[in-house]
């Protein structure tokens, strides 16, 4: 079995196509059990966020592993080809690391891919594909990322996400404050978004959500009011700023919902920031006149503000990953030689038991103990040493040298003559 990454992101392919091969996260645990199920795969980890879907397997069959990516989501497999990227072995590990410590995001240093990471991990422990290879991977993994998150400035001057929407919508609304906000859902990401936004103080502050009781949790923090995604078709005229990401597979704000919003509104400007990854707002929404809709995608040059500064602190980052890359790829190097060792071993046991069954029997028949154990240490040195004696005999001139060279080295023999 080898180590073995494949994937795609927000550099290798568009939205459109990213949020084809999303997956969900209340049917994750099924997709996990069907890829190791089948045989593609022995252990498995699905990474999908709204910048990426990722996999990363133990796995004899790595072809098979990414056909049935495409296959999963009922996808021909040429149409997802050109945007998966694959990483075996040390690239794969290289690739995890540099992920987890914020190096591959978006919004360069960012934390949250840290906590979305551990959450894969989670769900795959649950499904029941988490197995040695890939638990020893992570378990490294997070180690790194926190000897870069602390030896390191990678966050500092850190924009994030949720700092780029607010910096967007002060481009169309000149003050916050007089603006009544909108979040749709409740996770973690529209939680980083609520904060940022509540800190300009808006006029007023919505969140609407599949489940009530989740929506006023967060409605609380944020001194907004709580309603329920039945409520939306009456929300969207009575705000300016829509912030949403939630996990539906389907579109929540289609176009025909917008429009009688915006003819509520008597066409003033209505923002839209739509982080979810399927989209929640139907792509159609864009063409509408006084609407300004941002994808995940649209907000990467803001992201890269402050990415200057923080140059220094990625080459940093690069050598701490780069040693515990060397460290993980010799401790996957070593685990080669155990079945070879445990056969030795076992190959050694074996005559052991024999010789000792021997002495046994001859000690029961009442012969000398000495003379017995005599036999038995003869014996069982005969044994060992009969093998590698034979080898040396028989190697042919060619081979000889080197032969000799690795049984001295075995033994640590030491060869004065």
């Not at 009575?238 to 912030?243: K, L």
């Not at 923002?271 to 864009?286: C, G, Q, T």
């Not at 300004?292 to 690069?318: H, I, M, N, P, W």
């Not at 060619?398 to 030491?414: G, S, W």
Request: proline residues 3%; negative net charge; glycine residues 4%.
């Amino acid at each position: 079995m080898q180590l073995f990454t494949f994937g795609l992101n927000h550099q290798t392919a568009p939205l459109a196509v990213r949020e084809q091969l999303a997956f969900n996260v209340e049917t994750m645990d099924v997709a996990l059990r069907d890829l190791v199920g089948n045989g593609a795969a022995k252990e498995a980890t699905i990474l999908s966020t709204c910048n990426r879907t990722e996999i990363y397997c133990s796995t004899n069959e790595p072809v098979q592993a990414v056909n049935w990516l495409a296959a999963y989501h009922h996808l021909p497999a040429n149409d997802v080809e050109p945007y998966i990227y694959r990483l075996p072995q040390e690239q794969a590990v290289k690739h995890a690391f540099r992920v987890a410590s914020g190096l591959d995001s978006m919004v360069l240093g960012e934390p949250q891919i840290l906590g979305q990471m551990k959450q894969a991990v989670r769900q795959a422990e649950q499904a029941g594909t988490m197995g040695f290879l890939l638990h020893k991977l992570f378990q490294r993994t997070f180690s790194v990322a926190k000897d870069v998150r602390t030896q390191t400035e990678i966050g500092a001057n850190l924009v994030s996400m949720a700092a780029a929407a607010v910096k967007l919508a002060e481009r169309i609304y000149p003050s916050i404050s007089e603006q009544r906000v909108l979040f749709i859902g409740a996770g973690e990401m529209i939680e980083l978004n609520a904060v940022h936004f509540a800190a300009r103080n808006p006029k007023h502050i919505t969140v609407a959500n599949r489940t009530l009781e989740r929506a006023e949790t967060l409605a609380r923090r944020i001194n907004g009011h709580a309603v329920t995604l039945t409520e939306l078709p009456e929300q969207l005229a009575e705000h300016d700023i829509i912030v949403t990401c939630t996990a539906s597979t389907l579109p929540i704000l289609g176009k025909g919902m917008v429009e009688r919003a915006l003819k509520a509104r008597k066409h003033r400007p209505l923002f839209i920031v739509d982080l979810a990854v399927p989209r929640d707002v139907e792509k159609e929404v864009s063409e509408l006149s006084d609407v300004f809709l941002y994808t995940v995608d649209d907000l990467s040059e803001v992201v890269r503000d402050g990415l200057d500064a923080r140059q220094g602190a990625v080459k940093e980052a690069e050598v701490i990953i780069d040693s515990g890359v060397n460290e993980f790829v010799h401790w996957m190097e070593s685990r080669g030689v155990v079945p070879t060792i445990r056969a030795l071993r076992d190959h050694a046991e074996r005559q052991r038991r024999g010789e000792m069954e021997k002495a046994l029997r001859a000690l029961a028949k009442g012969e000398n103990a000495e003379k017995v154990l005599e036999n038995l240490s003869s014996a069982l040195t005969n044994k060992f040493l009969h093998s590698p004696t034979q080898a040396l005999n028989q190697a042919t001139a060619a081979e000889r040298d080197h032969l000799l060279e690795t049984v001295q080295r075995i033994y640590r023999l030491h060869d004065t003559e």
